[in-house]
């Protein structure tokens, strides 16, 4: 959707690269999230920020770490690129109304990562 | 633990005809539930949610969900389908405060 956007779309690295995929949002919502999508895995989470200053880690965050740059900005970095973390990974928003239970999330669009 | 599961792959129908899209969940507490599409080369859109309230929760699309306690159950479901339809479901669970458990998916495909 135009509201959240990830950048760049695709990328295609090398193992030992560092990688940073960006996600921006014009929603104005407190919450973010980088998810990672695997075919018969569904959307796993990796790490959550509920404003600048908390960031959290998700079930799967060995290997990538965040930035929270800005209420609009949530960078997710892959320090060294590995073969199995090749996936369409996705950032998403949610603005917070009820302590986050049944928020709706809003999906950017992905971005598709491959490690060689 | 919790958890959401969707015992379908892939779900195939006729255009015209009624689509269920299975989901069914576990948890400890009262659940949240949600419906998601993805389109090809697109993000995740939110269809419905189930808060409280009434079982059959409609949503966007022509799509409705009905909550089923007892089954513990959450299925998607559209009186007619559109080949235009066809895509990935996702159905997810609330747990905590900030964590959604998505379930694997399940392929929809309308054949005209």
């Known amino acids: 959707d135009a509201d959240v956007t990830q950048t760049p779309r695709n990328r295609i690295t090398k193992t030992g690269k560092r990688i940073m995929l960006e996600c921006s949002q014009t929603k104005g919502h407190d919450r973010m999230y980088w998810y990672r999508q695997d075919p018969g895995l569904g959307l796993r989470l990796i790490y959550y920020?509920?404003?600048?200053?908390?960031?959290n880690k998700g079930e799967i965050s060995d290997g990538y770490s965040v930035s929270r740059q800005a209420q609009a900005k949530f960078s997710l970095s892959l320090e060294s690129a590995i073969p199995n973390q090749t996936a369409l990974y996705f950032c998403a928003t949610s603005e917070d109304r009820t302590g986050g239970l049944t928020d709706t999330q809003y999906f950017g669009p992905g971005t598709r990562l491959t490690v060689l | 633990a919790q958890s959401v599961a969707q015992p379908e792959d892939q779900v195939n129908v006729a255009e015209g005809n009624p689509l269920t899209v299975k989901c069914t969940y576990s948890?400890?507490?009262?659940?949240?539930l949600f419906w998601y599409v993805q389109y090809p080369n697109r993000g995740l859109q939110f269809l419905l949610k189930?808060?409280?309230?009434?079982?059959l929760v409609k949503g966007s699309y022509g799509f409705e969900a009905e909550f089923n306690k007892s089954q513990t159950s959450f299925h998607l479901k559209k009186p007619s389908a559109l080949v235009s339809d066809s895509a990935l479901y996702f159905c997810?669970?609330?747990?905590?405060?900030?964590?959604?458990?998505f379930g694997t998916g399940t392929r929809l495909k309308v054949l005209a």
């Open positions: 189930y808060i409280t309230g009434d079982n």
């Open positions: 997810a669970v609330s747990s905590g405060t900030y964590k959604y458990i």
């Open positions: 920020s509920f404003d600048v200053k908390d960031i």
């Open positions: 948890v400890s507490g009262n659940p949240y």
